[in-house]
């Protein structure tokens, strides 16, 4: 059985313009294109669409995507293998909605006190359900720091990672501070705090000025890491971006 693309839009709630750009890019071209120059799609291109779809919800560019596609063999296993990461990241989405639940939870009772002040009992429970260690999962294309910024992690007690993640919460809070100055990115405070954030990240493994670039490009593109910064101030995300682009262009070369 075909389905013209108007149908296939209908089904997926993808637009068929979004569709036509797949076809342009080579990431789904139709099952065949009829003589009135309509696309129809079949079962398989309906499979392959369902993963390029998952695969943009788990943040995946299209260019990573398409990678993923033309270098998996079986149908199946990929399923698989997607599966897995849907399981993983309804785990994470599970944990940031307790950690925003608790701080709902805190704030109110702070209102019921009578009082404006705002009481959080551990600071860096704002942001679990945004750890370093899953976000760099995000870093895709650079599997080596990755790999090595995972083992740290896994090596590490829990009390650790907790001064882990309170040092990095620290670092976001000073840089925000900066950034309130009026400073620019590149200015020699500001990037001393970059240095220092920098050397947090060595621990696993030195980046090298490509891999900390994307890193800063994932402070903005990366809806998880964008929420983390902005939730500390609205434009850090992109002050963090252009810093590490300043950093890695005068440190790093």
Request: aromatic fraction near 6%; charged fraction near 25%.
């Amino acid at each position: 059985m075909a389905w013209p693309i108007a149908e296939v839009a209908r089904m997926s709630g993808v637009t068929a313009r979004t569709l036509r750009h797949y076809d342009e890019i080579d990431l789904l071209p139709p099952a065949w294109i009829g003589t009135n120059g309509h696309r129809y799609y079949e079962e398989r291109q309906l499979l392959r669409l369902q993963q390029v779809l998952v695969l943009r919800a788990l943040g995946l560019g299209l260019p990573e995507i398409r990678r993923i596609l033309a270098a998996q063999v079986d149908e199946l296993q990929a399923l698989r293998g997607h599966y897995r990461r849907l399981l993983a990241e309804r785990d994470r989405l599970d944990a940031l909605a307790g950690t925003v639940a608790r701080t709902i939870a805190e704030l109110e009772q702070s209102r019921k006190d009578g009082t404006d002040m705002i009481s959080i009992s551990r600071p860096e429970n704002l942001f679990e359900g945004i750890r370093s260690a899953q976000c760099i999962k995000a870093l895709h294309g650079f599997p080596e720091l990755v790999g090595a910024v995972e083992r740290r992690t896994a090596a590490l007690s829990r009390a650790e990672v907790e001064a882990d993640e309170r040092e990095r919460t620290a670092q976001m809070v000073r840089l925000a501070e900066l950034m309130a100055t009026g400073l620019p990115a590149d200015a020699d405070a500001v990037q001393a705090e970059i240095g220092a954030q920098y050397r947090t990240l060595a621990r696993s493994r030195a980046a090298t000025a490509e891999e900390y670039r994307a890193i800063g490009r994932c402070c903005v593109e990366n809806e998880h890491w964008r929420a983390a910064y902005e939730a500390i101030a609205p434009g850090l995300a992109a002050y963090q971006r252009a810093a590490i682009e300043a950093y890695a262009a005068t440190r790093l070369g």
